[in-house]
């Protein structure tokens, strides 16, 4: 362990020292005065400093912005219309942002007071549980499934903890790095914690320098994913966010304006947050007083393996009693939901004894049985506990329940999410978080995630080329875009 903690300090840095050519964004961060705008635009725009409006953007009777304008005088008029949905997505390169950790609720907020309208209106997007990067790029993606559900895992043939930071910035249990044609070296995602700002400030700069290289080497679609917005929403939660998606803002639009609506955007997250600030749970210690013995391996009879990494609102544990342990994890304040295999289902734990088993009855169709209480709150949300739901079903059901759609995502995080899934999983509080305490202490935690719950679950996705469904799962992603563009997404195949 002493090994990775001297790693993660070169890799602190290591980001320091190196810094990538950033363009500057330079599109104003406000628009002119909204009364009166010349031309029935929507907003508009001094891009040059001259004082004279030269950018318009115009919106549609329900208030999306489907046109873009341009002056060349000093009228302050626009006397060249653009109308976005004209252009073809099969003559444009596809722009596509993915931001670590935003919520459906914050972007939906923000796109209500008139923010973001040259997109269509955002689509909920609910990722795979736990809520964690790792597992929830690789669904969104159409990727295989990752090593585990982070960098850290338990090797069951060795019988013994694995990876940890020299892993992570090897980016082992992160395939989909491979896919991105922007991403910061995995070395600045250490910084990113520490000054988030800074970091997103020089991150999205060098986005926009590297997706003007590939317009004009021909390249038809660009993928970017930015990890410093997660320490953005990790130190300072909503308010945190809505400043980046200003800056998200300002990036999309020089965009457009750069090149003449020639371009679809999409805007995307990879899961949503809990905007609680959380103090750590010490499993360690509250485990050992239960008896248990804590370690890296399974030695004993009531051994238990935790599996730390990121500071987040799961915790995961391998050992060789998994009722027992779900048991007293679920005892623990802070705790709200313990997951499990039991025979052939996966069991799931409540508070105040509460017990329900979820059994795959056919493929990609669930059964929910309650055997005392309803953990998962789904009384009156399905309408016969008796028989199986589809995963579309349980979507339509579901998709905006406290626990979105939770069969299939409780079965998948126990099956097929990760290569080595753990044997229990515990879901916390918003309040609550856990993780590697070499992280922990040194990173201010308003807001995490991890948990089943929905402000953890359910982030966001949408596009300037057209309109999405307005729910969504992680896994739908890649072939609604596809259905939306004419082509497939992604266009880069995956590395066997």
């Not at 903690?5 to 104003?28: D, E, Q, S």
């Not at 019988?159 to 922007?182: C, F, H, S, V, W």
């Not at 970017?224 to 320490?231: E, T």
Request: aromatic share 10%; proline share 6%.
């Amino acid at each position: 362990m002493r090994l990775d903690i001297l790693a993660l300090l070169a890799a602190i840095i290591a980001a320091v020292v190196c810094r990538g050519c950033a363009k500057a964004i330079t599109f104003p961060s406000k628009p002119a005065a909204e009364n009166g705008l010349a031309g029935g635009a929507f907003r508009a725009y001094d891009t040059d400093g001259d004082r004279t409006n030269d950018f318009f953007l115009l919106a549609d009777a329900d208030g999306r912005v489907d046109r873009i304008g341009y002056s060349a005088g000093t009228s302050g008029r626009p006397d060249e219309i653009i109308r976005l949905d004209d252009i073809p997505a099969g003559q444009c390169p596809h722009l596509v942002l993915i931001l670590d950790g935003f919520g459906f609720d914050v972007l939906e907020r923000y796109y209500a007071q008139r923010n973001l309208r040259v997109f269509h209106r955002p689509s909920r997007l609910i990722a795979p549980y736990p809520t964690l990067t790792d597992p929830a790029m690789q669904r969104l993606l159409n990727g295989p499934p990752p090593r585990a559900l982070e960098s850290a895992y338990f090797n069951r043939q060795e019988n013994e903890l694995k990876g940890g930071p020299r892993d992570y910035l090897a980016g082992i249990n992160q395939p989909y790095n491979t896919m991105m044609d922007y991403r910061a070296g995995t070395f600045t995602d250490a910084i990113a914690y520490v000054a988030p700002w800074k970091t997103f400030i020089s991150e999205t700069g060098s986005c926009m320098s590297a997706f003007e290289r590939s317009v004009a080497d021909g390249q038809r679609e660009f993928l970017a994913y930015f990890v410093s917005s997660a320490g953005i929403s990790t130190a300072d939660g909503e308010e945190g966010q809505r400043r980046a998606l200003e800056r998200v803002e300002q990036m999309v639009l020089q965009t457009l304006q750069m090149y003449r609506g020639k371009v679809k955007i999409t805007l995307l997250a990879d899961h949503g947050h809990s905007y609680t600030a959380a103090q750590l749970l010490d499993f360690d210690d509250l485990l050992k007083d239960k008896g248990w013995q804590v370690g890296e391996s399974l030695k004993g009879d009531k051994s238990v393996v935790p599996v730390p990494f990121g500071l987040v609102t799961t915790a995961n544990f391998v050992t060789g009693r998994r009722a027992e342990l779900a048991a007293d994890l679920i005892a623990i304040d802070g705790v709200e939901l313990v997951s499990y295999l039991e025979g052939d289902a996966v069991a799931v734990l409540g508070r105040n004894g509460q017990k329900a088993l979820i059994r795959r009855a056919e493929k990609n169709a669930y059964r929910y049985s309650p055997v005392r209480g309803d953990p998962l709150r789904l009384q009156g949300v399905l309408d016969d506990f008796s028989r199986s739901y589809t995963a579309d079903e349980m979507l339509a059901l579901s998709g905006r329940h406290d626990y979105p759609i939770p069969l299939q995502r409780l079965w998948g995080a126990h099956h097929d999410l990760v290569q080595n899934p753990p044997d229990v999983i515990a879901s916390l509080a918003n309040d609550r978080y856990y993780g590697a305490t070499y992280f922990s202490g040194k990173v201010k935690v308003a807001s995490t995630h991890g948990s089943l719950n929905k402000t953890n679950s359910t982030t966001f996705i949408m596009s300037t080329a057209g309109p999405l469904p307005p729910l969504l799962r992680s896994s739908d992603v890649h072939s609604e875009l596809g259905k939306l563009l004419g082509r497939p997404f992604p266009q880069k195949p995956w590395r066997k």
